[in-house]
């Protein structure tokens, strides 16, 4: 394992959902594996609302993607777990999700399923969805219009032309799973994002127990900031607006360090963004700092990228260095 050595590896949670979260899972595992990822489970898109839909089990995709970045498996079983059907009622679906699919059958819970998943893949850490309650994401609007379904807010968004207030669960405070309390509590490092931060990031805040967790926490406790706002989210937000918002929906003390890109987008890739109105992430340190959380910027970005996205392996690092120095200087 690179990093720091085995016995000396910090407990780590990571909050979210999503690509975001599965990406600096990958990195993140080369330096603990005392590693928990809590997935929010208020999907309802995709080959994920499919099997929600027909088999009313709870959304499979996240789950999959931070299971395949755990993984400890053979190359053909990634490609395996990757595989979408082309052709008849399952075309656009992965193999991986029916397999967390078919777990969930024979399990007396989803969580249950979650596990068995991993251990048939050999994961590092674990992998927790954040509760098993069936839930709905619901987003209101600046105008006060409302649209329910995660999946639906995009659209309805570009609609209505005007930010997002807030957002909600449906029902709403359903029971956190206890295992992710568990390992709130334990982390000395909890990490929020990278990730959107409205359908990924705030609904694991809005579970019963979760924000409340990581209030009292002494952990360490970052928030990644996205590189670029996010088109149909967060057009027009900076990184401080993100902050704010996790702090409205969660409640203060959930972060006291924001770590943001420092490296410049490739300017074929800022052309492709502004025609989404999206634009790299405007950092101000001193409204950050009124909202109690330092900054730190590093070079995050993901050279080998189609997709102005984190590396995985820079953010972990960054992670480690921030934690190696808090802990030398005994802040937390």
């Known amino acids: 394992m690179r990093g720091i050595e085995r016995g000396k590896a910090p407990s780590i949670v990571a909050l979210g959902g999503g690509t975001g979260l599965s990406t600096i899972l990958r990195g993140l595992k080369l330096y603990s594996e005392d590693l928990t990822a809590v997935v929010t489970v208020a999907d309802d898109g995709g080959g ?3 099997l929600r839909k027909d088999l009313g089990m709870l959304p499979p995709g996240d789950i999959r993607h931070c299971m395949e970045a755990l993984a400890n498996t053979e190359p053909m079983m990634q490609k395996l777990l990757n595989y979408r059907f082309t052709e008849g009622r399952l075309a656009g679906q992965a193999f991986g999700n029916l397999l967390l699919a078919a777990l969930d059958g024979i399990s007396q819970s989803f969580d249950q399923a979650v596990a068995r998943m991993g251990e048939v893949l050999a994961i ?10 069936n839930v709905q994401l619901e987003a209101i609007f600046d105008n006060g219009a409302s649209v329910c379904g995660e ?3 995009f659209a309805f968004k570009k609609e209505q032309d005007c930010r997002i207030h807030h957002v909600r669960l ?3 405070h359903p029971p956190a799973l206890p295992q992710a309390l568990e390992a709130i509590r334990r982390a000395q490092i909890i990490l929020l994002g ?7 990031v705030i609904p694991n805040l809005l579970v019963d127990g979760i924000a409340e967790a990581i209030q009292e926490s002494k952990a ?3 928030y990644i900031c996205n590189i670029m706002t996010q088109d149909g989210e967060t057009e027009g937000m900076t990184a401080v607006d993100h902050v704010a918002a996790l702090l409205e929906h969660g409640g203060p003390g959930l972060v006291n360090l924001c770590l943001c890109n420092s490296e410049p987008v490739r300017n074929t890739l800022l052309e492709r963004y502004s ?3 999206a634009e790299p992430m405007l950092v101000e340190r001193r409204e950050m700092e009124l909202l109690g959380a330092e900054v730190v910027a590093r070079p995050l970005v993901d050279e080998n ?3 102005a996205r984190h590396s995985g392996r820079k953010v972990a690092q960054a992670v480690m260095e921030v934690y190696r120095q808090q802990a030398d200087t005994k802040i937390f």
């Open 194 to 200: 990278p990730g959107s931060l409205y359908t990924s």
């Open 170 to 172: 449906l029902p709403e």
């Open 48 to 50: 994920s609302g499919v």
């Open 220 to 222: 360490l406790k970052i």
């Open 275 to 277: 025609k989404e109105d």
């Open 151 to 153: 999946s639906k807010i």
């Open 305 to 307: 990228s189609q997709y």
């Open 124 to 133: 590092t850490g674990r992998i927790l969805p954040v509760t098993n309650a």
